[in-house]
């Protein structure tokens, strides 16, 4: 865990606001990815997935794993990052909005926040793509 510690001093002195909004949107998608596990801990099954279809069990096992590789590229490599999470985002949220809107609620409050990380996501993309500086030492 010295990439932490590689963070946590770079964090000041080192990034500039781009790089600590970059590092803050990586752990986003980490939160994501393990909310989603929070959920099915909730509901009892690893293979739950309520009215959606079964694939859709799958498909968000696929988001979760690339959640993990978008948040270490965020951080090792800044430019593959923020592509790999901008292409994320616009796929997790076209399969969620035309698959599975409400899901099991009339309102579904994840999707809605979903939705506005992507929107933060993409309308930050431009500016984490031209700021962007720092990047951890994968052997630090």
Request: aromatic content about 20%; overall charge positive; hydrophobic content about 55%.
């Amino acid at each position: 865990m010295r990439w932490l510690g590689a963070i946590a001093r770079a964090w000041g002195s080192e990034m500039n606001a781009a790089d600590r909004t970059r590092i803050i949107l990586g752990v986003g998608f980490l939160f994501g990815a393990l909310s989603h596990f929070g959920w099915l801990s909730v509901n009892g099954s690893p293979w739950y997935h309520g009215p959606a279809p079964e694939w859709a069990v799958w498909f968000w096992y696929g988001v979760c794993a690339v959640d993990f590789v978008v948040f270490w590229f965020l951080l090792v490599h800044p430019r593959a990052g923020v592509s790999m999470g901008v292409a994320t985002m616009i796929t997790t949220l076209t399969v969620n909005w035309t698959c599975f809107p409400t899901f099991e609620y009339t309102f579904n409050w994840v999707l809605i926040g979903l939705t506005l990380f992507g929107a933060v996501m993409l309308a930050l993309a431009p500016w984490l793509w031209r700021a962007s500086r720092w990047r951890l030492n994968p052997t630090s």
